[in-house]
Structure formats: structure tokens, C-alpha cells
């Protein structure tokens, strides 16, 4: 099935939501990886961490509310908690963040893969995190009153979490060529390319 087709047919499931996405990346994976081919997403701008719940929150940035809440309606919030998978590959100074479900139930899978820098705060999310994390959308926005947040921005948490239990740190180089993670980071670089 070609990233088209299943474009397509995220635009008869909700015609404003997909107009939204159409500016976005969506990226297909193959569909032999899995029952069903995963969608994947790099649209989020950042990986965030908060420490002071009693999970970890990992937090994917967003920069509009809208768009995050009814991505969040889409796809997250009919996914299992215990099917959920959080991957952290890392290659070099980077790491990619990798977020996906790969459920039998669903005509379709969808998927986030973004890579970042690796910073102090991902280091001290990757000792500290306890076999579990709350996975929560944020917005990530420039306050207008600068006097008011830290470097001038603002993070707010949106209400809707979910608990994450499969999660991994992996090594680029250690990845199967045929894995769905592996598999995920070659459609973003073909997409970037």
C-alpha cells in the first residue's frame, strides 16, 4: 500500500483534522513489519521530561493546542496502555525518539519518529525513569511577556496522559534491519532527504 493511499484514508476519517496534518510529515513504513502499516508522524518539535510526578512524564512538544488535542482524539487515546512502546535510539550526539503501538485491532497504526540532540535533561530522564512513564502532550510556545517564563517560553501540559510500559534505550547500529524501529528512522531520512 502506497503513503497515499493511507493518506487518503485519514482524509475520509476526519476532512479538518487531515487538512491540518496535510502540511505535516506522514511518513509509511513498510507493511510487512507488522499486521498493518504504521504511520509515522515527525511533527512534534521537541521531547520534554518532567521529573517531579511519581512517574516520569514524557512529554512530545507541540506548538498549537488544537492540532495537539484532536491528534492526541485521533490516535493516542484509543491505544492500550500496555501496548504502547517508547523507544529511545541512540547514534552519536543524537538520539531518535520513537513512539508507536502496533496493535492487531486497528486498520492502521500510527507512529512518531523525530530525532533530536541528546541534551542534560534526556541523560537524566534515561537514569532516573522507573519501568514506567506518563505520556502526556504539551505545548510548547513563546510568551509574549518575556519577564514572566524562563527564556521567554511557556509549556503547557494538556490533561489526557497515558502509562507507558514498554520502554527501551537502544543503539542505532544494534537495530535489525528489519525492525518497525529501524524501519521508522529510514522513512524519516528518506522524507528529510
Excluded: C
Excluded at 131 to 154: C, H, M, P
Amino acid at each position: 500500500m502506497k503513503p497515499v493511499h493511507l493518506y487518503n484514508h485519514l482524509i475520509v476519517l476526519n476532512t479538518r483534522f487531515n487538512r491540518k496534518l496535510n502540511n505535516d510529515r506522514i511518513l509509511s513504513s513498510n507493511s510487512d513489519e507488522i499486521n498493518h502499516p504504521i504511520l509515522w508522524f515527525n511533527n512534534i518539535v521537541g521531547v520534554g521530561y518532567r521529573y517531579h510526578d511519581i512517574y516520569m512524564n514524557v512529554l512530545p512538544l507541540f506548538k498549537d493546542k488544537r492540532y495537539a488535542f484532536k491528534l492526541w482524539k485521533k490516535t493516542i487515546e484509543w491505544w492500550p496502555d500496555d501496548e504502547i512502546k517508547l523507544r529511545f535510539v541512540e547514534y552519536n550526539d543524537k538520539y531518535w525518539f520513537i513512539l508507536y503501538v502496533s496493535s492487531n485491532n486497528k486498520r492502521e497504526n500510527i507512529g512518531f519518529v523525530k530525532d533530536f540532540l541528546r541534551s542534560e535533561n534526556y541523560n537524566r530522564f534515561k537514569r532516573g525513569y522507573e519501568k514506567q512513564v506518563v505520556l502526556r502532550f504539551a505545548i510548547y510556545k513563546e510568551n509574549k511577556n518575556k519577564g514572566k517564563a524562563d527564556n521567554g517560553f511557556s509549556l503547557e501540559l494538556l490533561k489526557r496522559s497515558k502509562s507507558v510500559y514498554d520502554i527501551k534505550f537502544l543503539q542505532y547500529f544494534d537495530l535489525a534491519s528489519d525492525s518497525i524501529e529501524h524501519k521508522g528512522i529510514q522513512s524519516a531520512l528518506v522524507s528529510n532527504a
